[in-house]
C-alpha cells in the first residue's frame, strides 16, 4: 500500500512534499491529480483539483491509499481464511506499526466483531462472499455544525466501480466501532456489487486518549501526540492517574443526536472522492448517483435519522437492521432506559426456571451466584418484596415481563449479563448524553488500564499501539477497563448501576442533564416517499425488537410512510456471537437478510421492481451435533422476501 495527503484545507499552509513522497504520488494519485501533486510541491498552499469543490466539513488533509494484490479493500489480503484465524495479523514492531499493519489488524478485528465466520456458520456457502477487491480509499476527518470533536469519513473506490451502474451504498459504524465498523455489511455487498462505500464512525471510534502519554490516533492509525492531527484530543485537564478517555463518551458532543447528519456529510464525501477517483466522468451529484443508506444496530438507528433529515433527496432507499432507535411512539424506549434496567434487574429474573437452557448457564447447569446475590441485593434494598428466594425470582421475572420484555429478549439478554454489556454500555451513555468529560463522568466511573489486582495503571507503547486496530468503541477490553469507585459491598457493582438508573428516573441536576441529551435523540418520520426496508430479530436481546424497530415500524407504517418490516424468528442481535457453538445452535444469523434486503433495495431502485412487503420469516435453529452447531443450510433460514 502506498498513501499520501491532498487536497488539504485546513488553515496552516502545508509542508512541500519530499522527494519521496512525490514519487508515492505517482503511485497513488489518479492522473488527473498529478498536477495538484506538482502545484502542492511548488506552492505556499493546498490546491484542489479542477472543478472539484472541497467539502468545507473536512478539518484534515484527505488521505489517499491504493490497496491491491495482498491488500485489497475488503479483507486486506487476508481472505476468508486469514480473517478466520484467531490470531491477529501480527505487527513487525510492536510498539511502532504501520498504518498498513494497523489497517489489516483493525479490518481482521471488525470482520470477526460483526460476522460469524466461523466453518459451518453459513458465511461463504450459505450466504454473502468475500472476493478480492482492489481500489483506493479516501479518508478524513471531518466535523458536523457545532460539533467540538472531529470524526472519521472514508470511501473506498473499489477499480471496478460501475460507472453506469453510479451506486454508493453509505453506511456508518455499528456500535461505536472504529471506520471500519461496518465492512462486514456494507463492504461486503456494495464492493462486490461494483459500488463506492462511503463510511463514517457517526463521533465514536477507537482513538482512545491516553492521558499519561499524552497521545491519540493520527489519521493513519498510527499513534501521535497532541497537535499531531489526532481524531480525538480531549482538553488539557486534570485527571485521575491513567484516565483514558473514550471519544464516544468524553468528546463533549453528544453525537447521537447527530447520527443523520453524519451519515449525510460521509455521502457528500462520497461524491467528492469519486470526482476525485473518476474525473474523466465527473461530475457525480446526487442526481446521477444512486446513494443507499445501510446500517446495523447503532448504525440502523443513524440511518434512519438521517431518512428523516433528507428532505433533499439525496437518498436513493434505506435498509437498517436491528436499529437503535427510539421514536418515542407507544412500546419504543430508549437504550439507556432499557439497559440500565436490564442491568439491575435481569441478573435475578434469569434464574426464572423458563431460562434453565439459556447459553449462560454454567457447565452442570449452574449459574452464576452473583445473580442469585442480586435478588439478594435487591430484597435487602427494598426493591424486591419478596424475602424467599423463588419468589424474588418470579418477582423479577414479572417485573422485566411488565416493562415489554418478552421472553425471547429475555433469554438473548443474558449474554448482555453474561459479558457485563448493559453496564459498558450505561456508564458509556450516560457520559455521552450529559456531555460529560473523562475527568467528570457520572456515578463515579472512569476508564483506565488495569493490572491483575484490577488496580488502574500505566500502559506500554506496544499496549497503546493495539487500541484502535483492536478496540470496539466502548471498553472493558483486554487492557482497558471500566472504573466502578462506588462498588461496595457483596455485590459490587449494583450501587454504580443504581446510581446510573438514577439518571434516567431521578430529578437532580445531572439526571436532567442526561435525559436531556436523550431527548436529542428522539427519531422523527422518515421522508415522504423514501423507500425503507426495516429488519429486527424476534431474539433481540441487546436492541430488543419491541423497544426500537417494531416499534419503529409501527409507527411509521401509521402515519403514512411505507416501511417494509422483516421479522426474523431465532436471530438476536450481533453474529459474531453465534461462533459460540450454543448459541450457533440457537439462532440464525442476520446479515443473510440484510443483503437479501440490499439486493431488493437495488431491484427497485435501478430496475423499478417492487419493494418486496414485509414478513414474519420463519426459520429453524440449527442444533447441536455434539459439541459443535450443526452446519447452516439455507433451508434454516426460511423464506426471505424477494428470494
Same mark, same amino acid.
Given at each position: ?88 495479523? !501480527? ?27 466461523? $466453518? ?18 479516501? /479518508? ?8 467540538? /470533536? ?5 470511501? /473506498? ?195 426464572? $426456571? ?69 453496564? !459498558?454500555? !450505561? ?57 466502578? #469507585? ?19 428516573? %431521578? ?8 435525559? /436531556?441529551?436523550?431527548?436529542? #435523540? ?26 426500537? %424497530? ?38 440464525? $444469523? ?17 430496475? %423499478? ?32 422476501? %424477494?428470494?
Amino acid at each position: 500500500m502506498n498513501d499520501k495527503i491532498y487536497n488539504a484545507p485546513p488553515a496552516s499552509a502545508p509542508a512541500p512534499p519530499s522527494a519521496r513522497e512525490a514519487r508515492t504520488m505517482r503511485h497513488v494519485l489518479p492522473a488527473g491529480l498529478l498536477a495538484v501533486a506538482t502545484l502542492i510541491a511548488a506552492c505556499t498552499g493546498p490546491t484542489p483539483s479542477k472543478g472539484v469543490r472541497v467539502n468545507d466539513f473536512l478539518v484534515s488533509s484527505v488521505r489517499v491509499t491504493r490497496h491491491d494484490g495482498g491488500d485489497d479493500l475488503l479483507s486486506a489480503g487476508l481472505g476468508l481464511a486469514g480473517l478466520r484465524s484467531m490470531t491477529p495479523p !501480527a505487527f513487525a514492531n510492536p510498539e511502532a506499526p504501520t498504518p498498513e499493519e494497523t489497517r489489516r489488524r483493525a479490518i481482521w478485528t471488525n470482520w470477526r466483531g460483526i460476522a460469524d465466520l466461523v $466453518p459451518g456458520g453459513g458465511f461463504g456457502d450459505v450466504y454473502g462472499a468475500l472476493p478480492n477487491v482492489p481500489g483506493r480509499e479516501f /479518508q478524513a476527518l471531518a466535523k458536523v455544525s457545532g460539533a467540538k /470533536q472531529p470524526h472519521r469519513v472514508l470511501v /473506498q473506490v473499489p477499480d471496478a466501480f460501475d460507472a453506469q451502474k453510479r451506486c454508493v451504498l453509505v453506511t456508518v459504524s455499528s456500535g461505536s466501532r472504529g471506520i471500519y465498523g461496518a465492512i462486514a455489511l456494507a463492504g461486503a455487498w456494495g464492493l462486490g456489487h461494483g459500488c463506492a462505500v462511503a463510511y463514517t464512525d457517526k463521533g465514536a471510534g477507537t482513538g482512545y486518549f491516553d492521558f499519561d502519554s499524552g497521545s491519540g490516533v493520527k489519521l493513519d492509525g498510527t499513534r501521535g501526540a497532541r497537535g499531531e492531527g489526532l481524531e480525538f484530543e480531549p482538553p488539557a485537564t486534570e485527571v485521575a492517574p491513567h484516565t483514558v478517555a473514550i471519544r464516544h463518551a468524553h468528546s463533549g458532543d453528544n453525537p447521537e443526536a447527530d447520527w443523520g447528519r453524519h451519515v449525510l456529510q460521509a455521502a457528500d464525501f462520497a461524491l467528492q472522492a469519486l470526482n476525485e477517483a473518476f474525473p474523466q466522468q465527473a461530475p457525480f451529484d446526487f442526481a446521477n448517483t444512486r446513494v443507499i443508506a445501510v446500517g446495523l444496530s447503532n448504525a440502523g438507528g443513524a440511518v434512519l435519522r438521517a431518512a428523516e433529515l433528507d428532505q433533499e433527496g439525496k437518498l436513493a432507499g434505506v435498509v437498517a437492521a436491528a436499529p437503535n432507535v427510539y421514536p418515542g411512539a407507544e412500546g419504543s424506549r430508549p437504550i439507556y432506559d432499557y439497559s440500565t434496567e436490564g442491568a439491575i434487574w435481569q441478573p435475578c429474573a434469569l434464574l426464572h $426456571p423458563r431460562f434453565d437452557g439459556v447459553a449462560s448457564a454454567r457447565p452442570g447447569g449452574v449459574k452464576p451466584p452473583a445473580w442469585q446475590a442480586r435478588c439478594a441485593s435487591l430484597h435487602e434494598r427494598g426493591l424486591i418484596a419478596a424475602a424467599d428466594p423463588a419468589k424474588q425470582i418470579e418477582e423479577a421475572y414479572e417485573r422485566l415481563h411488565a416493562a415489554g420484555w418478552t421472553d425471547e429478549a429475555l433469554a438473548a439478554g443474558a449474554l448482555s449479563v453474561s459479558f457485563d454489556l448493559w453496564r !459498558a454500555v !450505561a456508564a458509556a451513555y450516560a457520559s455521552a448524553y450529559g456531555r460529560f468529560g473523562a475527568h467528570e463522568m457520572p456515578c463515579g466511573y472512569r476508564y483506565a488500564a488495569l493490572g491483575t489486582d484490577h488496580a488502574p495503571r500505566a500502559t506500554s507503547a506496544a499496549e497503546r499501539a493495539a487500541w484502535a486496530p483492536d478496540g470496539s468503541g466502548i471498553p472493558p477490553s483486554a487492557v482497558i477497563g471500566l472504573v466502578d #469507585t462506588l462498588a461496595a459491598g457483596s455485590d459490587p457493582t449494583l450501587p454504580g448501576l443504581l446510581c446510573l438508573r438514577g439518571l434516567w428516573t %431521578g430529578t437532580d441536576a445531572t439526571a436532567q442533564r442526561v435525559r /436531556q441529551g436523550i431527548a436529542a #435523540t428522539r427519531a422523527q418520520l422518515p421522508r415522504k416517499g423514501l423507500p425503507l426496508v426495516l429488519i429486527h430479530g424476534v431474539d433481540d436481546g441487546i436492541v430488543p425488537e419491541a423497544f426500537a %424497530g417494531g416499534a419503529y415500524a409501527a409507527w411509521a407504517n401509521a402515519n403514512g410512510r411505507d416501511v417494509r418490516y422483516w421479522r426474523v424468528h431465532n436471530a438476536q442481535h450481533f453474529d459474531a456471537f453465534l461462533g459460540l457453538p450454543p448459541l450457533g445452535a440457537r439462532y440464525v $444469523p442476520l446479515l443473510p437478510y440484510a443483503y437479501r434486503a440490499l439486493d431488493a433495495m437495488w431491484a427497485r431502485i435501478a430496475e %423499478g421492481k417492487p419493494l418486496p412487503s414485509g414478513a414474519e420469516i420463519q426459520t429453524t435453529p440449527r442444533g447441536l451435533n455434539g459439541l459443535l452447531a450443526n452446519p447452516l443450510t439455507p433451508a434454516a433460514l426460511g423464506t426471505i422476501p %424477494g428470494g
